[in-house]
């Protein structure tokens, strides 16, 4: 994991910078708001140290600049200000977590841990995989045994939908309500049509079908048993 450590105290920094390298992280160093703010914005860090008093750019408005941006990377702040005002003001404007100066080196990388935790739990789910079926949500590819297998849009977002929801039974309502939008039955075969097109292209020419019908109840798309 890479961290960002704005610290404008030069000790201070050596010696988090160091901590942190011994642990096994990739560490940055910024001495001033002005350019930790930059590397922020710039860099795809796990978790931000934060010294609340920076030349030039405080902390706490470094912090509230990347959220007003929409950047959620995890903010641990450091302060020799400890009163309870002084945590609830870091807090309100961003941070996550807040230590107080001095501090030892363990509780520093315990926090940085829960932090990156955190964060990794949090991040979006960019792909999906059902038995040797792969869909890559970024790039919208969608990949069974190697074979690359081409989809429309609609098609993309009701297979989407049901590797979301792999081994469990999706109704029709379901559908409808979540690839197509519609809060009413149409009364029309739009659902049957594109279930018939989607087994086309992920079943067909395959070892196994994904793709069941449950009669009476919907749809499962599960790896063979």
Request: proline fraction near 3%.
């Amino acid at each position: 994991m890479r961290i960002l450590v704005i610290e404008d105290d030069s000790s201070v920094a050596d010696f988090i910078r160091q901590g942190l390298a011994e642990a096994g992280y990739t560490v940055d160093h910024a001495a001033d708001g002005e350019q930790g703010l930059k590397l922020a914005r710039s860099t795809d860090y796990g978790v931000l140290v934060v010294d609340r008093m920076l030349p030039i750019i405080d902390g706490l408005t470094i912090i509230k600049t990347i959220r007003q941006e929409g950047l959620s990377t995890p903010a641990l702040i450091l302060s020799a200000l400890g009163e309870v005002d002084d945590r609830v003001q870091g807090l309100k404007a961003g941070g996550d977590d807040y230590l107080v100066k001095p501090f030892a080196l363990a509780e520093l990388l315990a926090r940085i841990e829960v932090l990156g935790r955190r964060a990794e739990s949090n991040a979006p789910e960019t792909s999906l995989k059902v038995a040797d079926l792969e869909m890559d949500l970024l790039s919208h590819k969608v990949v069974r045994a190697g074979s690359n297998i081409l989809l429309q849009p609609r098609e993309f977002r009701l297979l989407e939908y049901l590797m979301k929801h792999a081994g469990q039974v999706v109704t029709r309502t379901m559908l409808l309500e979540n690839v197509w939008d519609y809060h009413f039955d149409p009364q029309t075969n739009v659902i049957d049509v594109h279930i018939s097109r989607l087994r086309q292209k992920i079943d067909k020419d395959f070892d196994y079908p994904l793709l069941n019908t449950v009669r009476g109840a919907g749809y499962m798309l599960h790896e063979a048993e």
